[in-house]
């Protein structure tokens, strides 16, 4: 029975000591919230925010935009409160003093000194806070000078620097270099960046400054060697020099096959694709120093230089006495390695490369950068050319006048009859004008009265011409096979079965025939076609007929205006064939021979009938040998 009191007593008094703790925790909860809302040193109001009378006279840059903030406040702890900037590299300036943090006693702002109504957030713009380029830059920029940076004074609030000739700065943002002419002021500004001042509008926000030399425009070509001395090594195809900018700059270009340009001996290369384009140019560009005594790259001055490549076009004689009176020259084209390494000088005629100095055929090839022909090597200023058939002297006729094609290959009208004329009054028709594999003129068709040939005409040097001549008004019958292109591009294409002229007693009829399975005939590019059937009988023949043009200048469709200029036979195979009958019964098979029956091959373009030994095909009425029909 005691024990169970006790146990009740005990029970009594643990509920009592619980009760007692949860009202202290009230009360200190309680006493907290008082101490948020009304404590003398945690109910401070909001500061006012003024520059004028707070902001230090020289080494700080005042703002009133940036934010003053105070420190957090909860009812778990018993901080006063305090002021602070927000901004990094920001302190509170009172009195034109810089005081740090402020505190809250009293319901008043406070400086370790004095209370306070007002402030503003100062940052450092003094020596040493705004960035410099390192020595390394200048030595990559010789025509830059560093800045040289004045503490504040008197008359400059923060650090500050002036460029008497110029300068380039760098925006924070990474963004294009800016340049500023003449002189250029400069300050640093709280924000840890320059602030271009003057003359002109201001600039803000930008990293680096740096000044520019005034005497880096005097340099000139000479203050650097061009040497030839080592392999492929040859003159530059160019050296500019570029005054535009704030100092001079010479640019070297180098051209050809890993085109590359030696710089101070062995000191270094600049080869083709530094630039990251891979085009047979190697390209140099030096700037002029500080002193206008030397070109500067890398920080190192550039005294020679030597441009090489593998191999270097050969130039062109296009002055040559023969290309002026003998034939017709152009310029060979260089070919890029083969391979097996070689490059070529070639033209488009596999004969017509010349050596200049004696007019003899050549074919030269090169590797590393030297020229050879049959294995002996030539010097790379040898000059050559490509020939052709000589210049052909024209005449209009009626404004019509003969087209001469590219390096003189062949000499057309595009209306009208081609005509030359020659010597005293000679004149004859040609069916075709061109130039031969020897480079000289040939005509086919055409009377040249004594001489035998154009060649031989030519050779007694009597003088020619070519001409188109108009047929007449009403000229219906002189029009030629010459007007209609005829070409084989597509699918099937081939030769034209037929092609006649008949000359009417009014105008020129021309028949073109197109024999094959699904025989057909394309006009003017797509423009019409003609297939087999159209003449009311399917036996794989297109027939499209023409007729000349009043003029004689144009084949036109016989039934409809509209002018034929080119022209395309095409099938899909050869004519439709049934195999021809067997005959055992022939005299011939009962008496002389055994025949047996020929194979009929359809298959094939054109269509065979064919024995199993070459030459065993007879026909019936005759007993010679036929390879095949």
Same mark, same amino acid.
């Given at each position: ?39 003398e040193?945690?109910a ?6 003024w ?20 420190r ?26 810089i005081?740090g943090?402020?505190h ?10 004095h ?49 008497q ?13 800016v ?10 500004? =709280? *924000?840890?960046?320059? %602030? ?5 509008? &201001?600039? #803000?926000? +930008?990293? !680096?400054v ?62 083709d ?24 790259? =890398? *920080?190192?001055?550039? %005294? ?5 490549? &593998?191999? #270097?076009? +050969?130039? !062109? ?28 000088m ?7 490369l ?13 590797k ?9 090597s030539i ?10 058939c ?40 040609v069916?075709?004008l ?5 480079f ?69 009829f ?30 794989g ?58 194979e ?30």
């Open positions: 029975m005691r024990y169970i009191l006790a146990l009740l007593f005990g029970a009594s008094i643990s509920h009592a000591y619980t009760n007692c703790r949860s009202n202290l925790h009230e009360e200190l909860e309680r006493e907290r919230r008082e101490d948020l809302e009304a404590h040193c945690r401070c109001g909001q500061i006012d925010v520059e004028d009378g707070n902001c230090p006279e020289m080494g700080y840059e005042c703002d009133e935009t940036l934010a003053i903030t105070t957090v406040l909860s009812a778990n702890d018993c901080n006063c409160a305090q002021l602070r900037c927000r901004a990094t590299h920001a302190f509170i300036a009172v009195n034109g003093q005081s943090k402020l809250c006693k009293d319901r008043k702002w406070w400086t370790p000194y209370e306070t109504e007002s402030a503003v957030c100062a940052r450092s713009c003094g020596l040493n806070v705004c960035p410099l380029q390192p020595a390394r830059y200048f030595l990559e920029h010789p025509s830059h000078r560093p800045l040289v940076v004045a503490p504040p004074d008197a008359g400059h609030k923060c650090a500050w620097a002036e460029c000739n110029g300068a380039v700065a760098k925006p924070i943002d990474d963004s294009s270099d340049t500023f002419q003449g002189l250029a002021r400069f300050a640093c500004s =709280g *924000g840890r960046s320059w %602030t271009y001042t003057g003359p002109e509008a &201001e600039v #803000r926000n +930008l990293k !680096f740096v000044c520019l030399s005034n005497s880096c425009q005097s340099c000139t070509k000479e203050l650097i060697t061009i040497t030839t001395t080592g392999q492929g090594a040859h003159n530059f195809d160019s050296a500019v020099l570029d005054s535009s900018g704030t100092c001079a700059i010479l640019k070297f270009t180098c051209k050809g096959p890993n085109a590359n340009i030696e710089v101070n001996g062995d000191s270094g290369v600049i080869s694709g530094d630039d990251g384009a891979v085009d047979g140019v190697a390209s140099l560009s030096v700037e002029c120093n500080s002193n206008g005594t030397g070109w500067m790259k =890398g *920080g190192a001055i550039v %005294t020679q230089v030597e441009c090489a490549s &593998e191999c #270097r076009t +050969l130039p !062109f004689a296009d002055s040559n006495a023969v290309c002026t009176s003998i034939y017709h020259c152009y310029e060979p084209n260089f070919v890029d390695g083969d391979d097996e390494g070689w490059t070529k070639v033209c488009v005629d596999p004969n017509a010349r050596r200049e100095e004696d007019n003899t055929e050549i074919a030269p090839t090169c590393g950068g030297v020229w050879q022909v049959d294995r002996d010097d790379s200023s040898t000059k050559v050319m490509c020939i052709t000589p210049s052909v002297d024209t005449v209009p006729d009626d404004g019509v006048e003969p087209t001469v094609s590219e390096h003189n290959k062949e000499v057309t009208c595009k209306s009208g009859k081609l005509t030359i004329e020659f010597g005293d009054g000679g004149k004859t028709p069916t075709s061109k130039c031969s594999t020897d000289v003129w040939t005509a086919t068709g055409g009377n040249f009265g004594p001489f035998k040939s154009l060649e031989e005409l030519v050779n007694q040097g009597v003088s020619w011409k070519a001409r188109c001549i108009k047929p007449t008004q009403g000229g219906c019958n002189s029009c030629t096979k010459e007007l209609i292109t005829i070409t084989k591009n597509e699918p099937g294409a081939h030769d034209l079965d037929g092609d006649v002229i008949e000359t009417m007693v009014s105008c020129s021309r028949t073109l025939t197109c024999k094959g399975t699904n025989a057909n005939i394309e006009f003017n590019k797509g423009g019409g076609v003609v297939t087999d059937g159209e003449d009311g009988a399917v036996d023949v297109a027939k499209l007929v023409l007729i000349c043009s009043d003029d004689g200048t144009t084949w036109k469709l016989a039934n409809y205006d509209i002018p034929v200029s080119q022209i395309e036979c095409a099938s899909t195979g050869g004519l439709t064939c049934q195999a021809l009958p067997f005959d055992d019964s022939n005299v011939v098979c009962g008496s002389k021979y055994k025949c047996y029956e020929p009929f091959k359809n298959d094939e373009v054109p269509a065979k009938m064919d024995c199993k030994d070459p030459g065993a095909l007879r026909t019936r009425n005759r007993t010679n040998v036929q390879k095949h029909l």
